[in-house]
């Protein structure tokens, strides 16, 4: 496994597949805190970045590949998590600079500041019910798996997944399921399950 810019294009082709096959689950987790949309909203933006990743060089570089996605989820994804997560592939793009590949050092850089561009932009703390309770985690774990990246990918992942369970207990301090109060306990924060995908994605990308 080596992540340059195919395994990056790889990776968010299967993101786009995966978040097309899961589309109906995502958003049945918003139906009950939120406004039944979150997998429509994520499968409207990747299935935009399939349709631009084409018009990538063979060459891009890790960076290329996530600014597209930056960009394009930005334009096409509305409401809490386009922004978030388009937030969150520009600096991680910032991160990969000029790399043609990243080692698990460089890997701990990139998810770490996707998941610093969450939270400046969202000003979510863990425990808040939200995707940071799954980005966290998974940095954590990516960063303390050592120099493999594999092993840091699928540390990231199964951190991810996680956290995304984990939020189930937990009242909303943060976007719509935040009004809920109470009534939010017991339900899975879409956003942290759609970053368990995001990350179990790359964990399976070789
Ligand atoms: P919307 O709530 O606008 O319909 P989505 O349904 O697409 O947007 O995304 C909802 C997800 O966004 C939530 O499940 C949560 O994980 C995430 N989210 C909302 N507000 C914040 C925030 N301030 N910080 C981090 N994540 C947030
Ligand atoms: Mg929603
Ligand atoms: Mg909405």
Do not use: C
């Not at 406004?35 to 409207?44: C, F, I, K, T």
């Not at 992942?157 to 399921?177: C, D, I, Q, S």
């Amino acid at each position: 496994m080596t992540l340059d810019g195919a395994w990056t294009r790889r990776w968010v082709e299967a993101v786009a597949a995966e978040v097309s096959r899961r589309k109906a689950e995502l958003t049945a987790l918003d139906r009950a805190i939120g406004d039944a949309d979150h997998g429509e909203n994520l499968d409207r933006g990747f299935q935009a970045v399939l349709g631009k990743l084409d018009a990538l060089d063979d060459g891009a570089t890790p960076a290329a590949v996530l600014r597209l996605v930056a960009t394009t989820l930005i334009s096409t994804v509305g409401g809490a998590a386009g922004p978030l997560y388009g937030t969150a592939f520009l600096k991680a793009s910032m991160a990969a600079g000029d790399r043609d590949e990243l080692d698990a050092p460089a890997l701990v850089e990139v998810l770490t500041a996707a998941r610093d561009g969450i939270v400046a932009r969202g000003k979510a703390e863990s425990g808040d019910k939200t995707m940071v309770d799954a980005w966290t985690p998974a940095v954590e774990a990516a960063s303390a798996a050592g120099d493999d990246v594999r092993a840091a990918l699928a540390a990231a992942a199964a951190a991810a997944a996680e956290g995304a369970v984990a939020t189930e207990p937990l009242v909303a301090h943060k976007g719509r399921a935040s009004y809920l109060g109470e009534r939010a306990v017991g339900h899975r924060d879409p956003g942290a399950e759609s970053t368990a995908l995001i990350l179990a994605a790359a964990a399976e990308t070789t």
